[in-house]
């Protein structure tokens, strides 16, 4: 059995807020390493806090080692506008540089995708920098079709979502 076969995806709890916010950190900065300025390291920490005691993070663990996180919301009102309680809406997927390269964020957005159909939404949906073509490219890959941009003064984004189920489907059985 391989490493990531082990990993364990489960919420954040408060106590693992600074665990999270430094894999988010980390990413950021590898990102900004590469021209890629998403997230403003020193605002992670006040805010992903808050997102914790929601119960919206949560944690990619194996063993010990925190590999990734990820966010999941019910509503996004400031990139999508208000919509119908259709779907799940994906945040702040990091994978820390040793999880890097083993597929520990596929594993992620299956986990979240299941999540979404738990709750009996169709779509998983998602905001994507404009300019970071190696996260555009991830998600077009992992299946999200591009239906949609904006911007916030300077940044630039793309909407994406992945239908989960035929939306005619009945998910009372399930």
Not at 80 to 91: I, S
Not at 117 to 133: G, S, T, V
Request: hydrophobic share 40%; glycine share 6%.
């Amino acid at each position: 059995m391989s490493e990531v076969d082990q990993l364990q995806i489960r919420q954040a709890q408060p106590q693992e807020a600074g665990v999270v916010v430094t894999i988010l950190q980390d990413a950021a900065h590898w990102l900004m390493s590469r021209g890629i300025d998403t997230w403003d390291p020193q605002k992670l920490a006040s805010y992903m806090l808050s997102a914790v005691e929601r119960g919206e993070v949560y944690l990619a663990w194996i063993e010990n080692r925190a590999l990734g996180t990820f966010s999941l919301q019910w509503d996004d009102v400031s990139f999508w506008g208000e919509r119908p309680p259709d779907a799940g809406y994906l945040h702040k997927l990091a994978v820390s540089r040793d999880g890097a390269g083993s597929k520990v964020g596929q594993q992620m957005l299956a986990h979240a995708e299941q999540i979404v159909i738990k709750n009996q939404r169709f779509y998983l949906r998602l905001d994507c920098d404009r300019n970071n073509e190696i996260n555009n490219r991830y998600y077009q890959q992992a299946g999200f079709e591009l239906v949609g941009s904006g911007a916030f003064t300077a940044f630039k984004y793309n909407l994406y979502q992945k239908l989960l189920l035929p939306v005619n489907s009945s998910l009372e059985n399930s």
